[in-house]
């Protein structure tokens, strides 16, 4: 097993861990991130148009790649192998990735995000269902789709939006009686002609064989519904990433990591940065600014420590 030992070990090469990464480089620290995708979520983002200093916008893909590049300029190493599991024993972190390669730190910032949550409905996994209007809608571009979207927030507003240009119909379902997204977002949907909202139904059932079908839903009232379609996105929340944290670290109910004003969790080295903590902001500003404190406070925790 090969055996390398870093200042800091990084789960998750999004904007926090990346961040995270070009910071603690440049305060001197010995970087090495293991993450799967260079930019982590913002791939799915079609224009950031929400991040200072950008003004026509940038495509989250773009943002990836230049801020992967810039820490990597700035010389962190970049695994790109998930980790499988982080484990602690006399002061050292040891994390330990799919293929073998086992790295000992002082200090750990998991920055591993989240992941959408899937429908507990029967037939949940059929094909035909998504999470990424970006990477699966052009699947449905000249094929006259019936697309659905289940959701109410900025990111069901956001594929039903991106989707309006794929699909001949949008229909955009969710259980709550209003959307709950931003108005730029109810704007643009209520100014699209193919795009629908069914609003206060809860879906029941995906039907098809091996692909997807049709959906039922019922509504408030209790009457149900069959619903014929092409395929279905879905934004009906997220989990946090944190399986691979063999670490007794407190959490919140749902799973996220607890942290103080530095962002270090209850377990003394391991910090926290973006998505994957209890956070009241879930962007990429709020995810890279984490990642910067979170540098600097690893730093100070190491100066302190050694
Ligand atoms: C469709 C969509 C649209 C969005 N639009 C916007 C927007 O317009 N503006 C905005 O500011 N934000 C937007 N967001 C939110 C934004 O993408 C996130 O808040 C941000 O990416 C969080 O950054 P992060 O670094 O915390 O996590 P992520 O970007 O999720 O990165 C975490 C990475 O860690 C990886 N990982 C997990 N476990 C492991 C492991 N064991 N080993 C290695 N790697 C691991 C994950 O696979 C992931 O790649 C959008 C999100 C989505 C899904």
């Known amino acids: ?39 982590g979520s913002t791939y799915m983002i079609e224009q950031l148009n929400n991040f200072p200093g950008f003004m026509n916008g940038i495509p989250g893909t773009q943002f990836g790649l230049q801020t992967f590049q810039q ?7 970049f695994t790109m192998t998930r980790l499988e599991s982080i484990s602690y024993a006399s002061g050292r972190f040891t994390g330990a990735d799919v293929d073998g390669k086992s790295i000992v ?5 998991a920055a591993t995000g989240r992941t ?3 429908l507990a409905v029967p037939k949940a996994t059929l094909k035909g269902v998504h999470f990424c209007s970006i990477c699966d809608g052009p699947l449905y571009r000249n094929k006259h789709a019936h697309l659905v979207v289940i959701g109410s ?36 949907i209520a100014s699209k002609q193919n795009i629908d909202v069914l609003s206060g139904v809860e879906v029941l059932a995906y ?26 996105f879905l934004a009906v929340g997220w989990q946090p990433n944190t399986g691979m944290l063999d670490l007794a670290a407190e959490t919140t109910t749902d799973g996220y990591l607890k942290t103080d004003d530095k962002l270090m969790t209850s377990f003394p080295g391991l910090f926290a940065a973006g998505d994957v903590r209890n956070t009241d902001m879930c962007q990429v500003l709020t995810a890279c600014a984490d990642g910067a404190r979170a540098a ?5 925790f190491l100066s302190s420590s050694r």
């Open 1 to 39: 097993m090969d055996m390398d030992t870093y200042d800091l070990m990084i789960v998750g090469a999004g904007p926090a861990g990346m961040t995270a990464a070009l910071y603690a480089q440049r305060m001197g620290l010995n970087v090495v991130v293991f993450g799967d995708i260079a930019g």
């Open 71 to 77: 820490a990597q300029q700035e010389g962190a190493f």
């Open 105 to 109: 730190t002082p200090s750990v910032i």
């Open 116 to 118: 959408p949550k899937m």
């Open 153 to 188: 927030d900025n990111a069901a507003g956001q594929h039903a939006i991106a989707l309006s240009r794929v699909a001949d119909k949008v229909l955009l379902v969710c259980r709550s009686e209003q959307l709950l997204m931003d108005d730029v977002y109810q704007k643009q």
């Open 207 to 232: 039907e098809g064989l091996d692909m997807i079908e049709g959906i039922m839903v019922r509504s408030l009232e209790g009457a149900e519904k069959r619903l014929t379609v092409d395929g279905v």
């Open 296 to 300: 600097k406070h690893v730093a100070d």
